[in-house]
Every structure is written in structure tokens, then in C-alpha cells.
């Protein structure tokens, strides 16, 4: 949402300064600028990126547009089903909990997190962690390290993403230059047709710089910036996971784990010591 009246925004209030300037608008619509400049720019992020980082950012743009943050009611509910399940593990051994972990949708205690459930990734990474623990041999220091090589793989897959969109970023004004240079030299070539003529296609020409920065500096660079942030609370989100199964691995309580895991949240996602309790009892 918060995009998307972002988006609005810029397009308005530079349009509106424009127009209020005495611009007329219709002469910042100049097809030949657009075709340069976008072909350009999609040609570049070709050359740039694989296939895969490719897909990822076309998956991360859209997710733009409906952003998955995690709540603080999120997180309580994964923390409540984390507890809940240690809870069985304390009281009936490991092997009680396998059937939770081999089909967690099935699962009474996991499947009453959705989102949890409904996060592939989350999911797959707990459940895996869990089942190399179930397996039992691996010391909590050695699960640790399993589990911190995982969340440096995931970060080094998806940081590519905004870091190709941060350069693209980069490269649009210079862009927005060719595109002004080549409307300077179809100008050259007009010379002989009249000043009207050669001030349309200087402010054909004009129109190219203009768009570079502003595609630049209004969209892709805060888009980079959005999509960053998103996959920092989604790392974040694992951090907490990581921070609750190593605690309980440990040999600390049920209890114990969950509030550990609760200091690694974001402060202003993170519930209180007592909100966090009250969840666990089913009081809030």
C-alpha cells in the first residue's frame, strides 16, 4: 500500500511542479525517450543477472506491492507453537515430536501458526534443523554453525536482488544521457527546419535526462531500498527460529528458549516479557 501511494506521490508533485512552472505535460510524453531509456535499462539488468536472480526480482518487485512484514502477534504465535512443541518434546522425548516435524501442516501445534505454515522457507528450515536434531549426535555448538551457514546462504541467494536494482539504479541517469545526446544529434540533423522544430527536439532530448534521473533517484533506488528491508525481516525472522531451537538444544526450558528467542526480534515487533507469557497461556 505504502508503495503505491509512494509511486503516486512522486508522479504528482512533479507533475504538479511542472504544470505549475508552465509546463505543459504533454510534451513530457516522448516515446522514442521512453523506448531508449527502458530498453536500455532491461537490456543492462539482462547482462547483469542470472536467470534465477532474474525470477527472484520480478517475485520481489510484485512482493513489493503486498509486503509480508512479520507482526508482533506473528511472532508470538511462532514462538507459543515453538514452545508448545518443546513442551511435548520435554514431556514424551524427541521421537514424540517427529510426526509434527515429517507433516507440520498436519500438525495441531504448528499448523496453528498459518503463516508459519503458509512460509515455505520457514518452514522448510525449521523442520529440517529439527530433524538433524531428532537424529540426535550433533552437539548444540555444531548445530549452531548448520544453522548459521544456512542463513548466510539464504542472505548471499536474495541480497543480489537489490543490490542489482541499486546499480540499475545507478546507471539510469547516465542512460538518460544517451538518450539526450541521441536527441541532440537527430537536432544536429534538423537544424534547417525551423527553430520550432529544433526546440521540439531539444525538449525531446531534455525529456531523456529528465526521465533517467527521475526513474532513477523516484523508483528503482527507494525499490532497492524497500526490497533490503524486506529481506533483512525475513533473515531476522530465521534469527529468531535459529535462536530458539540452539537455546532448547542447549538443555534450556521450554519457557527459557522462547524468551531468549524473543530478544532477537526487532524492538518494534517484539512483545513484552509478560505480553509474550500471557500469549503462552492462552490469556491473550
Known amino acids: 500500500m505504502f508503495v503505491i501511494i509512494g509511486i503516486v506521490v512522486v508522479i504528482v508533485a512533479v507533475l504538479a511542479g511542472f504544470t505549475i512552472a508552465g509546463g505543459q505535460i504533454p510534451l513530457l510524453i516522448q516515446p522514442s525517450e521512453f523506448l531508449t531509456i527502458g530498453g536500455a535499462a532491461i ?3 539482462l547482462i547483469s543477472a542470472p536467470l534465477n536472480t532474474l525470477k527472484k526480482m520480478v517475485a520481489e518487485i510484485i512482493g513489493t506491492f503486498s509486503p509480508k512484514h512479520y507482526s508482533k502477534r506473528d511472532y508470538m504465535e511462532l514462538l507459543k507453537s515453538f514452545n508448545d512443541l518443546f513442551l511435548l518434546a520435554q514431556r514424551d ?13 498436519e500438525s495441531d501445534v504448528l499448523s496453528a501458526n498459518q503463516k508459519f505454515i503458509k512460509n515455505e522457507h520457514a518452514k522448510t528450515f ?6 538433524v536434531m531428532l537424529s540426535g549426535g550433533i552437539p548444540p555448538h555444531e548445530l549452531e554453525s548448520l544453522i548459521d551457514s544456512e542463513i548466510e546462504i539464504f542472505e548471499l541467494e ?14 539510469l541517469p547516465g542512460l538518460g544521457i544517451v538518450a539526450a545526446v541521441l536527441g541532440i544529434i537527430v537536432t544536429m540533423g534538423a537544424i534547417n527546419e525551423g527553430a520550432e ?5 531539444v525538449a525531446s532530448a531534455l525529456v531523456g535526462t529528465f526521465l533517467g534521473v527521475l526513474l ?11 526490497i533490503e528491508h524486506a529481506i533483512e525481516g525475513r533473515v531476522r525472522f530465521l534469527h529468531t527460529i535459529k535462536a530458539c531451537i540452539v537455546a532448547y538444544a542447549k538443555g534450556n526450558p521450554p519457557i527459557i528458549a522462547v524468551e531468549i528467542a524473543r530478544r ?17 497461556r492462552g490469556k491473550g
Open 93 to 105: 522425548g524427541l521421537l514424540a515430536i517427529e510426526k509434527h516435524i515429517e507433516n507440520p501442516e
Open 126 to 131: 525449521f523442520c529440517d534443523i529439527m530433524k
Open 264 to 280: 532477537t526480534i526487532y524492538s518494534d515487533d517484539r512483545p513484552t516479557f509478560q505480553e509474550l507469557e500471557n500469549f503462552i
Open 158 to 171: 536474495n541480497k543480489s536482488v537489490p543490490s542489482i536494482l541499486q546499480k540499475t539504479a545507478d546507471a
Open 216 to 226: 532513477s533517484y523516484g523508483f528503482f533506488n527507494p525499490l532497492a531500498t524497500n
Open 197 to 201: 522544430t529544433v526546440g521540439h527536439h
Open 43 to 45: 537490456g543492462s539488468v
